[in-house]
């Protein structure tokens, strides 16, 4: 069983940056997919940013050119590195294994203008 921990969040200024972990127990974590989703209030669930286990990245269009995730299969843990925020990334954020199909608790980001 997948578990997985998520920090990094919190609150930061318009044009600031923030960086999410997503540590996961498990061996499955090195031949995974793993992504970054988000939700705001009232509003679905959305994709944010994904990395295959070769490293192919593909990302919201919203984000892409400020959002970087990565993985480190020696540490069994995924990063979203978000810079130039914009209140409309606000939202609490989940780590998803693919091949568990396995999500995180979440942690909120919130960007203030």
């Known amino acids: 069983q997948v578990e997985l921990v998520e920090s990094g969040g919190g609150l930061v200024q318009a044009g600031g940056s923030l960086r999410l972990s997503c540590a996961a127990s498990g061996s499955i974590f090195s031949i995974s997919a793993m992504g970054w989703y988000r939700q705001a209030p009232g509003k679905q669930r959305e994709l944010v940013a994904r990395?295959?286990?070769?490293?192919?990245?593909n990302y919201a269009d919203s984000v892409r050119g400020r959002f970087t995730i990565s993985r480190d299969n020696a540490k069994n843990t995924v990063y979203l590195e978000m810079n130039s925020l914009k209140p409309e990334d606000t939202g609490v954020y989940y780590c998803y294994v693919d091949m568990s199909r396995t999500w995180g608790q979440g942690t909120q980001v919130t960007v203030t203008s």
């Open positions: 990395v295959t286990r070769y490293d192919t990245t």
